[in-house]
Every structure is written in C-alpha cells, then in structure tokens.
C-alpha cells in the first residue's frame, strides 16, 4: 500500500510538472485525459503536500483551491469542459490569460 501511494503521488507529480506550461500542445494532451478529477481529489487530502500539488497547477492556470469544489464539478463532467471554464475564469496577468482563451478557443475548434 506504502509504494502504490508513493507511486500515486509521483504521478501526480509528474502530471503538475508536465501540464503547467500553457501551450497548445500540453493542453491538447490534457484535453485527451478522460478524467483528471482523481488528481484534483488529492486537494481533499490530509497531507499538505498533496493539497500543494493540486494548488501549483490550478495557479499556472489562475485558479485557487477555493474554487475546488466548482472546478471539479466541472472537470467531472468532462476535461474539455473544466479546461474551457478555468479558462473563462482565469485570473491570470491579463495577457497570459487571454493567450490561455486564444489557445483553448484555437483547440475546440
């Protein structure tokens, strides 16, 4: 059980350090995930450093873990959907948040 948590968390590792550049590429790959909400679930756990790790990739997009509830209602409907509403919702500079809707407007075309 140890390892598999471990294993788990490297995962989710992985996923923040892969996903967090905003370029039409990764986020055409995490368009392809078909549900992300078991890494967003870790915003729920006990352990600060699982929270953490949800928190850095909501705020590469200009999220927050005070949206989690919402973001992950809407994730659980569909990636391209929660990815479309942080998206609308971002509170990125404003210039990096307008390159964020440009790439996700270019991408469900």
């Keep these: ?3 598999n948590a471990q294993r788990c968390i490297q995962l989710a590792e992985l ?3 892969l996903t967090k550049e905003r370029t039409e ?3 055409d ?3 392809e995930i078909p549900d992300i909400t078991p ?3 870790l915003a729920r756990s006990s352990q600060a450093s699982r929270r953490e790790l949800v928190l850095k990739w909501l705020e ?3 999220s927050s873990l005070y949206e989690i509830d919402e973001v992950s209602e809407v994730f659980g409907a569909s990636t391209l959907r929660g990815l479309l509403h942080i998206s609308a919702r971002s509170t990125l ?3 990096a948040a307008q390159e964020l809707r440009r790439i996700m407007f270019g991408l469900v075309q």
Excluded: D, H, T
């Design 39 to 41: 890494f967003l679930g």
């Design 15 to 17: 996923f923040v350090a």
């Design 25 to 27: 590429e990764i986020l």
């Design 60 to 62: 590469a997009y200009g």
């Design 29 to 31: 790959a995490v368009l």
């Design 1 to 3: 059980p140890n390892s």
């Design 93 to 95: 500079q404003p210039e």
